[in-house]
Protein backbone atom coordinates (compact mmCIF):
# COMPACT_ATOMS: atom_id res chain seq x y z
CA UNK A 1 0.00 0.00 0.00
CA UNK A 2 3.11 1.96 0.47
CA UNK A 3 2.42 5.52 -2.00
CA UNK A 4 6.10 6.69 -2.41
CA UNK A 5 8.81 4.21 -2.11
CA UNK A 6 12.62 4.25 -2.65
CA UNK A 7 15.48 1.60 -2.66
CA UNK A 8 17.40 1.53 -1.04
CA UNK A 9 16.70 2.53 2.64
CA UNK A 10 20.42 3.40 3.04
CA UNK A 11 23.82 3.06 1.40
CA UNK A 12 26.90 2.86 2.04
CA UNK A 13 30.23 3.40 -0.63
CA UNK A 14 33.38 4.36 -1.23
CA UNK A 15 34.11 7.98 -2.76
CA UNK A 16 34.55 7.79 -6.24
CA UNK A 17 31.83 4.63 -6.91
CA UNK A 18 28.59 4.79 -9.01
CA UNK A 19 25.15 4.51 -7.28
CA UNK A 20 21.36 4.71 -7.97
CA UNK A 21 18.51 5.02 -6.21
CA UNK A 22 14.91 4.24 -7.18
CA UNK A 23 11.58 5.84 -6.49
CA UNK A 24 8.23 4.64 -7.48
CA UNK A 25 4.50 5.94 -6.56
CA UNK A 26 1.29 4.07 -7.28
CA UNK A 27 -0.88 7.05 -6.74
CA UNK A 28 -1.35 7.78 -10.27
CA UNK A 29 0.45 11.03 -10.06
CA UNK A 30 1.98 13.23 -13.07
CA UNK A 31 5.19 14.80 -10.80
CA UNK A 32 8.33 13.58 -9.40
CA UNK A 33 10.89 15.16 -7.48
CA UNK A 34 14.34 14.40 -5.74
CA UNK A 35 15.29 16.23 -2.68
CA UNK A 36 18.49 16.32 -0.85
CA UNK A 37 18.63 16.92 2.79
CA UNK A 38 21.57 17.62 4.46
CA UNK A 39 22.95 16.77 8.27
CA UNK A 40 21.25 20.17 8.97
CA UNK A 41 17.75 19.12 7.70
CA UNK A 42 18.18 21.89 4.79
CA UNK A 43 15.98 20.41 2.47
CA UNK A 44 16.14 21.38 -0.92
CA UNK A 45 14.49 20.71 -4.00
CA UNK A 46 17.22 18.86 -7.08
CA UNK A 47 15.11 17.73 -10.19
CA UNK A 48 11.36 17.56 -10.92
CA UNK A 49 9.79 16.02 -13.90
CA UNK A 50 6.03 16.19 -14.77
CA UNK A 51 4.93 13.61 -17.00
CA UNK A 52 8.78 12.10 -17.72
CA UNK A 53 9.66 15.30 -18.86
CA UNK A 54 11.98 17.20 -16.54
CA UNK A 55 11.03 20.47 -15.42
CA UNK A 56 13.21 21.58 -12.93
CA UNK A 57 17.19 21.22 -12.52
CA UNK A 58 18.32 23.09 -9.57
CA UNK A 59 22.10 23.64 -10.15
CA UNK A 60 22.95 20.12 -9.14
CA UNK A 61 26.58 18.91 -10.46
CA UNK A 62 26.46 16.58 -14.01
CA UNK A 63 27.23 14.11 -11.58
CA UNK A 64 24.05 13.38 -11.27
CA UNK A 65 21.50 12.09 -13.49
CA UNK A 66 17.99 11.61 -12.95
CA UNK A 67 15.70 8.96 -14.97
CA UNK A 68 12.20 8.83 -15.30
CA UNK A 69 11.23 5.77 -17.34
CA UNK A 70 7.71 6.52 -17.24
CA UNK A 71 5.79 8.89 -14.64
CA UNK A 72 5.40 6.41 -11.91
CA UNK A 73 8.97 5.99 -11.73
CA UNK A 74 12.14 8.73 -11.01
CA UNK A 75 15.63 6.86 -10.46
CA UNK A 76 18.40 8.82 -9.85
CA UNK A 77 22.27 8.05 -10.61
CA UNK A 78 24.89 9.53 -9.10
CA UNK A 79 28.47 9.09 -10.59
CA UNK A 80 32.12 9.45 -8.83
CA UNK A 81 30.27 10.11 -5.38
CA UNK A 82 32.01 12.58 -2.87
CA UNK A 83 31.85 13.19 0.65
CA UNK A 84 29.53 16.06 0.58
CA UNK A 85 27.02 14.17 -1.62
CA UNK A 86 26.36 12.44 1.73
CA UNK A 87 22.60 13.40 2.81
CA UNK A 88 19.57 11.82 2.81
CA UNK A 89 17.67 12.13 -0.18
CA UNK A 90 13.99 12.02 -0.72
CA UNK A 91 11.86 11.13 -3.53
CA UNK A 92 8.15 12.98 -3.69
CA UNK A 93 5.26 13.24 -5.83
CA UNK A 94 2.27 15.71 -6.97
CA UNK A 95 -1.03 15.07 -9.07
CA UNK A 96 0.28 17.54 -11.10
CA UNK A 97 2.84 20.69 -11.72
CA UNK A 98 0.57 23.44 -9.64
CA UNK A 99 -0.71 20.92 -6.92
CA UNK A 100 1.76 21.64 -3.94
CA UNK A 101 0.86 19.00 -1.34
CA UNK A 102 4.35 16.56 -1.77
CA UNK A 103 4.08 13.21 -1.09
CA UNK A 104 7.19 11.94 0.45
CA UNK A 105 8.90 8.82 -0.24
CA UNK A 106 10.82 7.17 3.22
CA UNK A 107 14.27 8.35 2.23
CA UNK A 108 17.41 7.00 1.05
CA UNK A 109 20.41 7.40 3.34
CA UNK A 110 23.23 7.97 2.24
CA UNK A 111 26.68 7.96 3.19
CA UNK A 112 30.30 8.29 1.42
CA UNK A 113 33.22 7.22 3.02
CA UNK B 1 19.49 36.38 1.08
CA UNK B 2 18.31 32.97 1.68
CA UNK B 3 14.83 32.39 0.38
CA UNK B 4 12.83 31.22 3.20
CA UNK B 5 14.00 31.74 6.85
CA UNK B 6 12.97 30.09 10.05
CA UNK B 7 13.57 31.56 13.28
CA UNK B 8 16.58 28.97 14.85
CA UNK B 9 15.74 26.45 16.84
CA UNK B 10 15.55 24.67 19.27
CA UNK B 11 12.48 25.42 20.91
CA UNK B 12 11.29 24.19 24.30
CA UNK B 13 8.11 24.77 25.67
CA UNK B 14 5.87 22.84 28.21
CA UNK B 15 3.39 20.72 27.88
CA UNK B 16 0.22 22.39 27.50
CA UNK B 17 1.55 25.24 26.35
CA UNK B 18 1.54 27.10 22.95
CA UNK B 19 4.42 26.98 20.46
CA UNK B 20 5.10 29.62 18.06
CA UNK B 21 7.09 28.79 15.06
CA UNK B 22 8.18 31.66 12.38
CA UNK B 23 8.91 31.86 8.80
CA UNK B 24 10.05 34.68 6.49
CA UNK B 25 10.17 34.45 2.79
CA UNK B 26 11.88 36.75 0.19
CA UNK B 27 10.49 36.20 -3.10
CA UNK B 28 6.80 38.16 -2.98
CA UNK B 29 5.48 36.59 -5.96
CA UNK B 30 5.41 33.54 -4.17
CA UNK B 31 1.77 32.21 -4.11
CA UNK B 32 1.36 29.76 -1.46
CA UNK B 33 2.45 28.75 2.24
CA UNK B 34 3.30 25.42 3.69
CA UNK B 35 4.17 24.12 7.07
CA UNK B 36 5.75 20.72 7.53
CA UNK B 37 6.66 18.33 10.54
CA UNK B 38 9.35 15.87 10.39
CA UNK B 39 10.33 13.35 12.94
CA UNK B 40 13.56 12.24 13.10
CA UNK B 41 14.56 9.64 10.53
CA UNK B 42 11.12 10.38 9.06
CA UNK B 43 10.12 12.13 5.74
CA UNK B 44 8.51 15.42 6.26
CA UNK B 45 4.48 15.03 6.13
CA UNK B 46 2.06 18.29 5.37
CA UNK B 47 0.21 19.61 8.53
CA UNK B 48 -1.24 23.12 7.51
CA UNK B 49 -1.40 24.91 3.91
CA UNK B 50 -2.09 28.76 3.82
CA UNK B 51 -2.77 31.06 0.47
CA UNK B 52 -4.75 33.88 1.91
CA UNK B 53 -3.73 36.41 4.20
CA UNK B 54 -5.07 35.75 7.92
CA UNK B 55 -5.19 32.78 10.26
CA UNK B 56 -6.34 29.23 9.13
CA UNK B 57 -7.26 27.08 11.70
CA UNK B 58 -7.11 22.99 11.90
CA UNK B 59 -7.52 21.31 15.48
CA UNK B 60 -4.42 22.66 17.41
CA UNK B 61 -2.75 24.44 14.88
CA UNK B 62 -3.13 27.62 13.39
CA UNK B 63 -1.26 29.25 10.45
CA UNK B 64 -0.86 33.02 9.59
CA UNK B 65 0.13 34.34 6.97
CA UNK B 66 1.25 38.25 5.65
CA UNK B 67 1.96 38.91 2.43
CA UNK B 68 3.08 42.35 2.95
CA UNK B 69 5.56 41.67 5.80
CA UNK B 70 6.49 38.39 3.74
CA UNK B 71 5.76 36.36 7.08
CA UNK B 72 4.07 33.19 8.10
CA UNK B 73 3.82 31.22 11.53
CA UNK B 74 2.49 28.50 13.16
CA UNK B 75 0.96 28.71 16.48
CA UNK B 76 0.50 24.81 18.16
CA UNK B 77 -1.55 25.46 21.13
CA UNK B 78 -1.61 22.97 23.68
CA UNK B 79 1.47 21.43 23.13
CA UNK B 80 2.01 17.60 23.50
CA UNK B 81 5.17 15.21 23.61
CA UNK B 82 3.85 14.36 20.57
CA UNK B 83 4.66 17.34 18.52
CA UNK B 84 8.10 17.04 19.14
CA UNK B 85 9.85 17.40 15.94
CA UNK B 86 10.89 19.72 13.55
CA UNK B 87 8.76 21.92 11.75
CA UNK B 88 9.71 22.92 7.80
CA UNK B 89 8.40 26.06 6.38
CA UNK B 90 8.06 25.72 2.49
CA UNK B 91 7.38 28.82 -0.14
CA UNK B 92 5.69 27.76 -3.57
CA UNK B 93 7.27 30.34 -6.36
CA UNK B 94 7.65 27.84 -9.22
CA UNK B 95 9.18 25.25 -6.99
CA UNK B 96 8.99 24.45 -3.48
CA UNK B 97 11.94 25.98 -1.37
CA UNK B 98 11.58 24.65 2.35
CA UNK B 99 13.69 26.86 5.60
CA UNK B 100 16.30 24.76 7.63
CA UNK B 101 13.68 24.10 10.17
CA UNK B 102 12.85 24.91 13.61
CA UNK B 103 13.14 21.93 16.10
CA UNK B 104 10.59 21.49 18.71
CA UNK B 105 10.77 19.96 22.17
CA UNK B 106 7.85 19.86 24.51
CA UNK B 107 8.42 18.77 28.01
CA UNK B 108 6.07 16.60 29.86
Known amino acids: DTAVSQTPKYLVTQMGNDKSIKCEQN?????MYWYKQDSKKFLKIMFS???????INETVPNRFSPKSPDKAHLNLHINSLELGDSAVYFC????????????FGPGTRLLVL | QKEVEQNSGPLSVPEGAIASLNCTYS??????FFWYRQYSGKSPELIMF????GDKEDGRFTAQLNKASQYVSLLIRDSQPSDSATYLC????????FGAGTTVTVRA
Open chain 1, 92 to 103: ASTPGRGVETQY
Open chain 2, 50 to 53: IYSN
Open chain 1, 49 to 55: YNNKELI
Open chain 2, 90 to 97: AVRNYKLS
Open chain 1, 27 to 31: LGHDT
Open chain 2, 27 to 32: DRGSQS
